[in-house]
Nanobody
Framework: QVQLVESGGGLVQAGGSLRLSCAAS????????MRWYRQAPGKQRELVVV???????NYADSVKGRFTISRDNAKNTVYLEMNNLKSEDTAVYYC?????????WGQGAQVTVSS
């Protein structure tokens, strides 16, 4: 059983910053790729960024240069630092991982960017 718990969402003005955290249960954290997805109202869920166990990252074009993902294997936590936020970044953000062929999701963190 894997549990992912997000925190750090909120309301911020355009141009501001937020940091999301995703704490994972179990010792599987260090051997799994972790992903952040987001889902805006009326839109499909989209992949924002992935970080693999070695620290390599891959960002969606829409967030490159503004968002930074990092992981602390000792704390079983992955972070998403979001800078220069735009109204189009408003969404529910989810962390996700796959373990033994099964996908696990966090409960979601609301990020609202006011213009």
């Amino acid at each position: 059983q894997v549990q992912l718990v997000e925190s750090g969402g909120g309301l911020v003005q355009a141009g501001g910053s937020l940091r999301l955290s995703c704490a994972a249960s179990g010792s599987i954290f260090s051997i799994n790729a972790m992903r952040w997805y987001r889902q805006a109202p009326g839109k499909q869920r989209e992949l924002v960024v992935v970080i693999n166990s070695g620290g390599s990252t891959n960002y969606a074009d829409s967030v490159k240069g503004r968002f930074t993902i990092s992981r602390d294997n000792a704390k079983n936590t992955v972070y998403l630092e979001m800078n220069n936020l735009k109204s189009e970044d408003t969404a529910v953000y989810y962390c996700q991982t796959v373990f033994l062929g099964r996908s696990y999701w966090g409960q979601g963190a609301q990020v609202t960017v006011s213009s």
